[in-house]
């Protein structure tokens, strides 16, 4: 099941980000740390590149992810120009404290009280922006909750008489062009419940996990893993936890949540996603898979398994 999801608020905020952008010295993007580039809004790329801003990547709940990977990740942004990526949990205060003087190198002309540092956080929604945004000023200032798209409209706060800080809501972009990101997104929670289903996100996690952190799930539900895929997993976890429906058949709906939980509350133990070269291998069969599609068209082949326009191949 392809997924999207594009609450009509996100139009007016690419807008007005937009507006922004121009004003705007540093972005402060943040990222969830177990799934970078598909946590990465490109909309937000092109409207910073489009104004040759630079950029810090924040990439949050780095307590949650497998510190190998986020090293490989940390790399992979410190090697691209005008970035700069630092892994943190916006949770800890010590952390978010480093924030602004990582900043202050990224626009070296600004700063002072005549020209204050003016820095702007954006991001997907549920990633952590309204946590770090309170942290920085050290109040409440931003609803924080476990649902995504909480954030609705921009506002921008003196963090201090040399530095201003806007706040942006959590933005999607209106296309998901690959479905491991959708899903991905889904699994931690970045996109609305109404958009996905359940038991097909939780398939799709339990497909990555079997593969990368066996160990890890084994010691978790307390079963053997060999021959398991994302389905019979669910099937497991239903009967570990003893999720039953009326009439004593597996309960898969709770079984998926709590696959979902326990991945998005790092209770089976520190997870990654993707990494910089699955990211690639990911890119190059949908390339691949492009112009086999194109392929076809110009020969006046139909590939059933194809949309009808290559471009769209995850419209609704």
């Known amino acids: 099941m392809p997924i999207q999801w594009f609450p009509g608020h996100m139009t007016s905020a690419r807008r007005k980000a937009a507006e922004s952008m121009e004003r705007t010295d540093v972005v402060i993007e943040v990222l969830d740390a177990r799934l970078p580039e598909a946590s990465s809004n490109p909309m937000i790329r092109e409207l910073r590149e489009y104004r040759q801003r630079a950029c810090l990547k924040i990439l949050n709940k780095a307590d949650l992810a497998d510190p190998q990977i986020t090293a490989e990740?940390?790399?992979?942004?410190?090697?691209?120009?005008?970035?700069?990526?630092?892994?943190?949990?916006?949770?800890?205060?010590?952390?978010?404290?480093?924030?602004?003087g990582l900043c202050r190198p990224l626009a070296p002309h600004?700063?002072?009280?005549?020209?204050?540092?003016?820095?702007?956080?954006?991001?997907?929604?549920?990633?952590?922006?309204?946590?770090?945004?309170?942290a920085l000023l050290k109040r409440r200032v931003a609803a924080v909750g476990d649902e995504p798209a909480v954030t609705k409209h921009q506002q921008t706060y003196d963090l201090s008489p040399t530095m201003t800080l806007t706040d942006t809501p959590g933005m999607m972009w209106p296309k998901i062009i690959h479905d491991s990101d959708g899903y991905m997104l889904a699994a931690s929670h970045a996109i609305g419940r109404n958009a996905v289903i359940d038991e097909e996100v939780a398939s799709f996690l339990g497909g990555v996990l079997l593969q990368r952190y066996p160990a890890l799930v084994s010691k978790r539900f307390n079963t053997p893993?060999?021959?398991?895929?994302?389905?019979?997993?669910?099937?497991?976890?239903?009967?570990?936890?003893?999720?039953?429906?009326?009439?004593?058949?597996?309960?898969?709906?709770?079984?998926?949540?709590?696959?979902?939980?326990d991945y998005r509350d790092g209770a089976m133990g520190r997870i990654s996603l993707e990494s910089p070269s699955s990211r690639l291998v990911m890119l190059d069969e949908h390339a691949q898979r492009m112009a086999e599609i194109a392929a076809r068209k110009a020969a006046g082949e139909e590939d059933p398994n194809a949309p009808d326009d290559p471009d769209s191949l995850n419209d609704d």
């Open 110 to 134: 600004r700063g002072d009280r005549l020209k204050p540092l003016r820095m702007m956080i954006m991001g997907i929604p549920n990633v952590g922006k309204s946590t770090l945004l309170n």
């Open 225 to 261: 893993i060999e021959g398991l895929d994302g389905p019979a997993l669910l099937e497991v976890v239903a009967q570990r936890r003893g999720c039953r429906v009326r009439g004593g058949g597996l309960d898969l709906e709770k079984a998926a949540l709590i696959l979902l939980q």
């Open 73 to 100: 990740w940390l790399a992979y942004y410190n090697a691209q120009k005008n970035v700069k990526a630092v892994a943190l949990s916006c949770r800890k205060p010590s952390d978010v404290a480093k924030v602004p």
